[in-house]
């Protein structure tokens, strides 16, 4: 059974930094994508940033590009996102997800409806 758990959230001033975990688990697979995702309170979902296991490929939102880093520790099937210059809004719950569909993995990795499993969330605030 495919197992995601995030770690790493937290309360951090504007300006400040955080690394997000996702430790993968239960599965055997190469063919593969771990996406990030977060959800503010009145908000839709929103795809931050993507990373595709079979050659590292990565992807990021409009509004964290050149502020989130995300990488990834294959030998412990773990995903990073580095998140650096915080600011307020970006506070909210992060996800991260799992996707096998083609897809999702190679064209369009910003649809929540496409990953088919996720972890708990981890809450990042960010104060102003």
């Known amino acids: 059974e495919v197992q995601l758990v995030e770690s790493g959230g937290g309360l951090v001033q504007a300006g400040g930094s955080l690394r997000l975990s996702c430790a993968a688990s239960g599965f055997t697979f190469d063919d593969y994508a771990i996406a990030w995702f977060r959800q503010s309170p009145g908000k839709e979902r929103e795809a931050v940033s993507s990373?595709?296991?079979?050659?590292?490929?990565?992807s990021y939102g409009d509004s964290v590009k050149g502020r989130f880093t995300v990488s990834r520790d294959n030998a412990r099937k773990t995903v990073f996102l580095q998140m650096n210059s915080l600011k307020p809004e970006d506070t909210a719950v992060y996800y991260c997800a799992l996707t096998r569909r083609w897809l999702a993995v190679w064209v369009y990795w910003t649809r929540h409806s496409d990953y088919d499993y996720w972890g708990q969330g981890t809450q990042v605030t960010v104060s102003s």
């Open positions: 990373i595709r296991n079979s050659d590292g490929d990565t």
